[in-house]
C-alpha cells in the first residue's frame, strides 16, 4: 500500500472514458481517486452525484476526479445511466457523472492502492480517498467504512490548504477554511524564536514563541 510521500503507483485502465495512462494523462493537475464498494448501492449513488455535481469547482483548483470500484465498464456505464435517468436525491436530478470510472475486475488497480481490505471485504473495494498532486506524489490519503459516505466539502477544503501551503510555505490550523488566518513554520532555533516574538512584522502575531500565524484578511 502506497503512503503519503510517495510516487503514486501507475496503471493503465479501461474506465467509461475509454483508457488511461496514469499518471501520464494527467501531468501537471491533482488528481482525486476514489474507490467505492460497488455500483448501484445507495451510499455510492449519493457520492458519486455530489462528485458529479462538484466537478467544476474541482476543475477550478486544477483537479481531475477519477472513480474506481471493482466491477465492468458494461455495469458503471448501466448504473451512471440510471443516475441521470431516475435518481433524485437532495435537490440534485438529470445529474451526468463524465468523470472516469474505472473498471477493475480484476482489482489490480485496487491492489496496487491498497484499496482492498480483507477484514471489511474480500470482493469490494473500501471508500478510500488518494489525494494526488501534479507530480504524481501522493499528498493524503482517506479511508471510510463500507457503511458511511465521504464528505466531499471536506476533500475540497484540504484540497485547498495544501495547495496554498504549497504555495506559501505555510500550515493551516484545525478547520481551516479558505480566508482563515494561516500557521506560520514554527522556528527552528532559539535564535530564530527570539527574533521572531521580538519581529513586529505586519499581518503576524503570536500566541508563543512556536505558534505564529499570518492575518489574511
Not at 7 to 14: H, I
Not at 33 to 57: G, I, R, Y
Not at 189 to 215: N, V
Request: proline share 6%; hydrophobic share 40%; charged share 25%.
Amino acid at each position: 500500500m502506497p503512503l503519503i510521500g510517495d510516487n503514486a503507483p501507475s496503471f493503465t485502465a479501461e474506465t467509461t472514458a475509454g483508457e488511461i495512462n496514469f499518471p501520464k494523462d494527467y501531468k501537471g493537475k491533482w488528481v482525486i481517486l476514489f474507490s467505492h464498494p460497488a455500483d448501484f448501492t445507495p451510499v455510492c449513488t449519493t457520492e458519486f452525484m455530489t462528485f458529479a455535481s462538484m466537478q467544476d469547482e474541482f476543475k477550478e483548483l486544477n483537479a481531475e476526479l477519477l472513480g474506481l470500484s471493482i466491477d465492468s465498464v458494461y455495469a458503471h456505464i448501466a448504473w451512471l445511466r440510471t443516475i441521470k435517468e431516475k435518481i433524485e436525491y437532495k435537490g440534485m436530478k438529470d445529474v451526468e457523472v463524465t468523470f472516469p470510472v474505472i473498471a477493475d475486475l480484476k482489482m489490480e488497480v485496487a491492489k496496487k492502492f491498497g484499496m482492498v481490505q480483507p477484514n471489511a471485504s474480500d470482493t469490494q473495494a473500501v471508500r478510500a480517498v488518494f489525494m494526488i498532486d501534479p507530480k504524481a506524489k501522493i499528498r493524503a490519503i482517506l479511508y471510510y467504512p463500507l457503511s458511511n459516505g465521504r464528505n466531499m466539502d471536506e476533500i475540497k477544503r484540504l484540497l485547498l490548504a495544501m495547495q496554498k501551503s504549497d504555495a506559501e510555505n505555510i500550515a493551516t490550523p484545525a478547520n481551516w477554511q479558505l480566508g482563515d488566518d494561516v500557521i506560520i513554520p514554527p522556528p527552528g532555533s532559539c535564535g530564530t524564536a527570539k527574533e521572531r516574538m521580538e519581529s513586529e512584522e505586519e499581518g503576524k502575531y503570536c500566541l508563543d514563541w512556536f505558534m505564529c500565524f499570518k492575518k489574511q484578511s
